[in-house]
């Protein structure tokens, strides 16, 4: 099963499904397939995460974000006052970091796959050669950002076609990307790092004035990590470790929830407590989180359940509505971005968010390679204590250094069932090791966290099916600014009592694009849920 946000990659990875390949083979073919057919966030020229489970229980976690290049300096975007230039971190060469997807999906597909690189790559050099036929939805978002592409002659003219805008249902041929792509395939991640990809880059950068070298690119490398495992009322939750803050906020609020009576979805009285859990996590993230290899983030202290039994006291102490700060844990130690989950039939799960931060990140393309880089500077904090485009307020910890990488919100996640426990707390004689049940992620920049958190609650503490889990209206609170954020779809009863308790309600559109996959605990069968707010499609065989 595949559940992506566009339908020719979820395709192309169930294609290699069928021809062999394990979760991992579909799961690169699908971030390349992406590339080629969802621009707007699909790319090899940003970065991104990709959890992997294999059916031995073994994980991993691959941190391909991208980096600060080795020229970036804290204050590279402020002016003489020491204020943010506006757009300098968001828009064009000076907002890119240096991109990881094509030596993360190499480095998984090398490590993990079984069909090799040019195998899996086929789809996507397929799609962008011969063309596929533009959507509704893609038509749409090409001329919303045609002001950001059309300040860039190769953006302008690649999605643009320079003014004569694609409608639905016309080829789009990308011939730049093709042949960038098979040279990807031909020569491995070389070709991109050190090779001829290599100097499309460098050179682009250099006539944009962006910062980005060949001793940038040479010296990138994609990094192993062991996921971040927390636990939740008979589940192993496993996510995302610094440099994203999504693992480490998920088990948060998880922990701070654990025991709580959350009663139904959609009801005043959850929804109080989950957006107060919201809310100190996300204080939390703002204080302490960056990239790990940097600064030193108190990840064992902030996932820790004593620290989350301080902030339950405070929370169920508190007024609603009281202000928050980061907390003191114990010293121990619609944008965009896409998410998809794939489940191979032996039970092999990979989660994958990936990135180019804004939508068609910098809007930038690169001359004669045919592929847009991203803004992911912006993701760092511009000016510790500013706001940056998610409105996300960010610290010290976060800051610019070079070689950096900057925090993230991402959060690919799996869940596991636990053994059940016998009477006497151990696990019953023949129960296996934890089961494979969720596999999920989301965009939507500040909001993913939130995302996840709903979703996961919605199945394992509301008992809903995936895909009803997925439907259900949203909320979000980063702390600041002091307000939820709700989806049309949460009652206005519910709303009422929200607001009478002192809360700044804010409706919003949509929130997040949730792409997922429910294992049956009884029948082993796959259930795919593709977002009804995205224009995504779930498919197995
Ligand atoms: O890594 C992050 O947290 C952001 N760059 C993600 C951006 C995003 O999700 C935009 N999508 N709506």
Redesign the pocket.
């Known amino acids: 099963m595949v559940a992506s946000s566009e339908s020719h990659a979820t395709d192309a990875g169930v294609d290699i499904l069928r021809a062999g390949g394990n979760a991992v083979d579909a799961a690169v073919a699908v971030g390349f397939a992406l590339a080629v057919t969802h621009p707007f966030a699909g790319n090899i020229g940003g970065g991104g995460f990709m959890l992997i489970r294999l059916a031995s229980g073994e994980t991993a976690f691959v941190d391909y974000r991208e980096e600060a290049p080795g020229r970036a300096s804290h204050n590279m975007y402020l002016d003489a006052q020491g204020n943010p230039i506006k757009d300098e971190s968001v828009v064009g060469a000076l907002a890119s970091g240096v991109p990881g997807t094509v030596a993360g999906l190499a480095l998984a597909e090398q490590r993990y796959g079984k069909l090799g690189l040019a195998r899996v790559m086929a789809p996507a050099i397929h799609l962008a050669a011969d063309g596929f036929a533009v959507s509704y939805a893609l038509a749409q978002d090409l001329h919303s950002e045609s002001i950001k592409l059309g300040k860039f002659d190769a953006s302008r003219h690649i999605f643009l076609r320079d003014g004569n805008y694609y409608q639905a249902g016309e080829i789009f041929k990308q011939p730049e990307l093709a042949r960038t792509l098979q040279e990807i395939a031909d020569h491995g991640p070389d070709a991109f790092y050190r090779g001829p990809i290599a100097h499309e880059i460098a050179a682009s950068m250099e006539k944009n004035h962006g910062l980005i070298d060949l001793g940038d690119l040479a010296a990138y490398q994609a990094k192993i990590r062991e996921p971040l495992v927390g636990h939740f009322r008979g589940y192993t939750i496993v996510s995302a470790p610094p440099p994203s803050s999504g693992g480490v906020g998920l088990v948060e609020m998880l922990n701070i929830l654990e025991p709580l009576d959350l009663g139904a979805p959609d009801a005043y009285a959850s929804m109080h407590l989950i957006i107060e859990a919201q809310r100190r996590a996300y204080a939390d993230r703002a204080q302490f989180l960056g990239d790990a290899d940097f600064v030193t983030v108190p990840v064992a202290s902030l996932t820790s359940k004593d620290y989350a039994v301080k902030l339950r006291e405070e929370l169920l102490a508190a007024k609603p509505d009281a202000p928050v700060r980061a907390g003191n844990p114990a010293p121990a130690e619609?944008?965009?971005?896409t998410h998809y989950s794939v489940v191979d039939a032996d039970g092999n799960a990979v989660s994958n968010t990936y990135?180019l931060?804004?939508g068609y990140g910098s809007g930038l393309t690169i001359e004669g390679a045919g592929f847009l880089m991203n803004d992911?500077m912006d993701?760092f904090a511009s000016k510790p204590g500013s706001p940056n485009m998610f409105g996300l307020i960010q610290g010290e910890a976060n800051s610019i250094a070079p070689r950096k990488r900057p925090l993230?919100?991402?959060t690919p996640t799996i869940v596991l069932e636990d053994p059940k426990a016998a009477s006497d707390g151990a696990p019953a004689a023949g129960s296996g090791g934890p089961q494979l049940r969720l596999v999920l992620g989301s965009?939507?920049?500040g909001t993913?966290i939130n995302t996840v958190l709903e979703v996961l609650l919605n199945v394992t503490a509301f008992h809903l099916k995936v895909q009803q889990a997925v439907d259900a209206p949203r909320f979000h609170d980063q702390w600041m600014p002091d307000k939820i954020f709700i989806e049309p779809g949460i009652s206005e009863d519910t709303a009422a009592r929200l607001r009478d308790a002192g809360y700044t309600l804010q409706r919003v559109g949509g929130i997040g694009d949730c792409e997922a996959i429910a294992v049956d605990s009884q029948t082993g069968w796959r259930f795919g849920a593709s977002d009804p707010r995205g224009d995504g499609k779930a498919a197995g065989y």
């Not at 619609?334 to 971005?337: A, H, K, M, V």
């Open positions: 619609n944008g965009n971005t990135t931060n804004g992911e993701d993230s919100s991402m965009p939507g920049g993913i």
